[in-house]
């Protein structure tokens, strides 16, 4: 995770009111010259000066579309305001209001374990292993993707990714997100004795050599902390207190809550859900509770939605975007300086770049279901 040096005190002391007239007034004078883009897990404070709203696919897609705008705001994380780095043009900037907005799901992949369970791998068998990671990874790890012939996903297209690495490979190498490997590749129709679990702690990453020669699906021991906090219990006390409820989750969560679930999907996936749900229906939704909490006032005069869980679950990472930091960097473009750019060297951006075109090549008009 990066350092976020604190902001001026003025920033964090202001009212709510004064923040929201002051931002609107940098947008306002930074015209077409920017573009702020808010993931669905930001705080509605954040949101509400958003020019684009999506998940990591769509927002991916809108940042690699942007030609006019000098300056890109990513409201998210680190790993999307890299990837918006690499899919813009060198005249675009790329800011990332809180330097400390990382994904613990992308830390659990770093890149020497990732080259060192490579090498045992590939000499553990001789079938073409092709490497995929979840977009929620480093750049550098991407990279390494990209030059071994393989790509990046995300939780909108994984089916498609996993079909094109099995159309190219033998087996797949699946980072960081054991749970998206798990769910996309069971929905596929490969049962789970074709997976196995890498993990970096363990020697040989804890698997023999025949359980690597036998395996399809070779996934990393990662999860995303956030996800992990739902659990099949949750949805037996749902359906059990009203079975009227549908139960729509992220595909991050573990298999055995999505074999609970009615409906799994990305977060863009989930939003189109409600949005396109009768009036009158009733949703328990497996996700990060802003993006809960925005839905269920969203639509709380035709439909219910509740989160999945008792407990709230916050991604703390996303929650560090707030209006005093958003204005902080917007103040600075004012100034005609630019603080908090990300900005991915071009080596590795050479080689991730192969990753990231192959994931835009594999994408669908909807994102699709994983259940
Ligand atoms: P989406 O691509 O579905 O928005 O997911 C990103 C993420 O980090 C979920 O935890
Ligand atoms: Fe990462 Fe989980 Fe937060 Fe998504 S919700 S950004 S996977 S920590």
Same mark, same amino acid.
């Given at each position: 995770?990066?350092?976020?040096?604190?902001?001026?005190?003025?920033?964090?002391?202001?009212?709510?009111?004064?923040?929201?007239?002051?931002?609107?007034? =940098?947008?306002?004078?930074?015209?077409?010259?920017?573009? *702020?883009?808010?993931?669905?897990?930001?705080?509605?404070?954040?949101? $509400?000066?958003?020019?684009?709203?999506?998940?990591?696919?769509?927002?991916?897609? *809108?940042?690699?579309?942007?030609?006019?705008?000098?300056?890109?705001?990513?409201?998210?994380?680190?790993?999307?305001?890299?990837?918006?780095?690499?899919?813009?043009?060198?005249?675009?900037?790329?800011?990332?209001?809180?330097?400390?907005?990382?994904?613990?799901?992308?830390?659990?992949?770093?890149?020497?374990?990732?080259?060192?369970?490579?090498?045992?791998?590939?000499?553990? +068998?001789?079938?073409?292993?092709?490497?995929?990671?979840?977009? /929620?990874?480093?750049?550098? *790890?991407?990279?390494?993707?990209?030059?071994?012939?393989?790509?990046?996903? +995300?939780?909108?297209?994984?089916?498609?990714?996993?079909?094109?690495?099995?159309?190219?490979?033998?087996?797949?190498?699946?980072?960081?997100?054991?749970?998206?490997?798990?769910? +996309?590749?069971?929905?596929?129709?490969?049962?789970?004795?074709?997976?196995?679990?890498?993990?970096?702690?363990?020697?040989?990453?804890?698997?023999?050599?025949?359980?690597?020669?036998?395996?399809?699906?070779?996934?990393?021991?990662?999860?995303?902390?956030?996800?992990?906090?739902?659990?099949?219990?949750?949805?037996?006390?749902?359906?059990?207190?009203?079975?009227?409820?549908?139960?729509?989750?992220?595909?991050?969560?573990?298999?055995?809550?999505? $074999?609970?679930?009615?409906?799994?999907?990305?977060?863009?996936?989930?939003?189109?859900?409600?949005?396109?749900?009768?009036?009158?229906?009733?949703?328990?939704?497996?996700?990060?509770?802003?993006?809960? /909490?925005?839905? +269920?006032?969203?639509?709380?005069?035709?439909?219910?939605?509740?989160?999945?869980?008792?407990? $709230?679950?916050?991604?703390?990472?996303?929650?560090?975007?707030?209006?005093?930091?958003?204005?902080?960097?917007?103040?600075?473009?004012?100034?005609?300086? *630019?603080?908090?750019?990300?900005?991915?060297?071009?080596?590795?951006?050479?080689?991730?770049?192969?990753?990231?075109?192959?994931?835009?090549? /594999?994408?669908?008009? =909807?994102?699709?279901?994983?259940?």
């Amino acid at each position: 995770m990066l350092y976020q040096p604190p902001i001026p005190s003025k920033y964090t002391e202001m009212r709510e009111r004064d923040l929201i007239a002051a931002i609107a007034d =940098r947008k306002q004078r930074l015209g077409r010259r920017l573009v *702020i883009l808010g993931h669905h897990y930001q705080h509605d404070d954040v949101i $509400q000066f958003a020019d684009f709203t999506g998940d990591s696919l769509k927002l991916a897609k *809108i940042a690699a579309a942007q030609t006019e705008a000098e300056f890109v705001i990513f409201c998210g994380v680190h790993f999307m305001a890299e990837t918006a780095d690499m899919l813009t043009s060198d005249d675009v900037h790329v800011i990332l209001p809180d330097l400390a907005a990382g994904c613990s799901m992308a830390d659990m992949a770093e890149i020497d374990q990732v080259e060192d369970a490579w090498e045992r791998l590939t000499d553990a +068998t001789d079938a073409k292993i092709v490497p995929i990671t979840y977009v /929620n990874s480093a750049a550098n *790890i991407k990279a390494f993707c990209g030059g071994r012939d393989g790509a990046c996903c +995300t939780s909108s297209n994984a089916p498609q990714v996993l079909e094109w690495a099995l159309r190219t490979g033998e087996k797949v190498l699946f980072l960081p997100d054991q749970h998206l490997g798990r769910n +996309t590749a069971y929905m596929m129709g490969y049962p789970l004795d074709s997976m196995v679990v890498y993990d970096p702690h363990q020697e040989n990453g804890g698997l023999t050599d025949a359980e690597v020669a036998d395996a399809r699906f070779i996934l990393w021991r990662g999860h995303c902390s956030v996800h992990q906090l739902f659990t099949p219990e949750q949805c037996d006390q749902i359906r059990a207190a009203d079975p009227a409820y549908q139960i729509l989750v992220h595909p991050e969560v573990p298999w055995e809550v999505v $074999q609970k679930a009615d409906l799994a999907g990305s977060t863009e996936f989930i939003v189109k859900t409600v949005a396109e749900a009768p009036a009158g229906t009733k949703w328990a939704v497996g996700t990060e509770v802003n993006l809960v /909490n925005r839905l +269920t006032k969203q639509y709380a005069d035709t439909k219910v939605v509740r989160s999945l869980a008792g407990v $709230q679950c916050l991604c703390t990472t996303m929650y560090r975007i707030d209006m005093p930091h958003l204005l902080h960097v917007l103040d600075n473009l004012v100034d005609g300086r *630019i603080v908090n750019q990300i900005h991915v060297d071009p080596e590795t951006t050479a080689l991730a770049i192969l990753a990231l075109n192959r994931m835009l090549a /594999n994408v669908s008009a =909807r994102p699709v279901a994983i259940k």
